[in-house]
């Protein structure tokens, strides 16, 4: 076995918390180096890791073979743009790209230059997502009528990271947690044939986005998509009703957290929910009325880079395709289309 040599565009939170302790722990990888202008903070975590002071000095080096562009928003698509043209095969953070037009530039150069693109939507490997697949899999609850999914906080104070609080294009609740929650939604139920959404901002002195409410509709059915920052007591995160009976789950992934209090992901029982947060299942079932809870499957976020191990040295499919990334953008545009104009907007 032949480990990927790896690098990190960036070692803020998302490098140290969701990328760097993945690919530390597998042995399909090397985390090879990492760019930072001035500091050397991964170093302190892991020594051996090259420190590039420079974008163009970390492309430029022929040990690496995949870099994980994992900066700001904004910054995906001309980050993104030079690593396909050095021939790195690369893993961008979500979203993908702030346009549907990036994306599609993207999609196409990678494809001249013979590199493989993926985007980080680790959200599909939560434990409470893929109980809820599961569920919908079995037909468990008949056909889905309503769906409603939330991304809730509460956390009324700007953040301390400038980029987060610009007004840019590219930033907000709806791009950052919003792509979750649309990802999720596509891989449930495909694309929508409609979008309304509201979005608004409630904190003080916010300048961005920090609430949204987006309603999908499907010819069957409707999916709703919903975020705060003022929500001390959160609904369950997943909200199912069908034919047959309804599902409701808390949003109670624990990775997220296990990570930022230094756990490796390699321990035992990890991505394990506790059995209080099992869903409830309300349904018919053989003829019978059953309402019960119903354990919860568990999470893992390592499954993404094992699928891009097997991308890049098996040939098979990337674990989250650049097309897919692209469309959760499609659905993004289209919200804020909606916003705007204060009207049902058609895909």
Not at 15 to 35: K, R
């Amino acid at each position: 076995m032949q480990p990927i040599n790896t690098a990190l565009c960036s070692y803020g939170m998302s490098g140290h918390v969701f990328h760097a302790p993945f690919i530390s722990v597998n042995p399909q990888f090397n985390l090879y180096g990492v760019f930072e202008r001035t500091k050397n903070e991964a170093q302190q975590h892991y020594p051996s890791i090259k420190t590039f002071r420079s974008l163009d000095d970390m492309l430029a080096d022929n040990n690496i073979e995949l870099v994980v562009v994992n900066t700001p928003n904004v910054t995906h698509f001309d980050f993104s743009k030079k690593t396909i043209n050095a021939g790195k095969h690369l893993v961008i953070e979500k979203p993908f790209t702030v346009t549907e037009t990036e994306a599609e530039e993207l999609i196409q150069l990678a494809k001249d230059k013979n590199v493989l693109i993926s985007v980080y939507h680790n959200r599909r490997y939560d434990s409470d997502f893929k109980t809820v697949q599961k569920v919908l899999n079995e037909g468990l609850l008949g056909d889905i009528v309503e769906a409603e999914f939330h991304y809730d906080r509460f956390d009324p104070v700007l953040s301390y990271k400038a980029h987060k609080e610009t007004p840019t294009l590219g930033v907000g609740s709806l791009y950052d947690l919003g792509s979750h929650l649309i990802d999720q939604a596509l891989q449930l139920f495909g694309m929508p044939q409609s979008i309304n959404a509201d979005l608004d901002s409630y904190r003080p002195n916010s300048k961005v986005g920090d609430y949204f409410d987006v309603k999908l509709f499907y010819p069957s059915h409707r999916v709703i998509l919903k975020s705060s920052y003022y929500v001390r007591e959160p609904l369950p995160g997943n909200i199912l009703h069908g034919t047959k009976g309804s599902f409701t789950k808390t949003k109670a992934d624990v990775q997220e957290k296990e990570l930022q209090a230094g756990k490796k992901p390699n321990t035992e029982n990890w991505g394990t929910e506790p059995n209080s947060e099992k869903g409830l299942l309300h349904t018919e079932k053989d003829g019978k009325i059953i309402k019960e809870h119903i354990p919860t499957l568990q999470g893992n976020y390592m499954t993404y880079y094992d699928g891009i191990y097997e991308a890049i040295r098996n040939k098979k499919p990337v674990p989250v395709s650049a097309k897919d990334g692209m469309l959760v953008i499609k659905v993004i545009e289209a919200a804020i289309k909606s916003n705007k104009e204060r009207k049902t907007v058609t895909i």
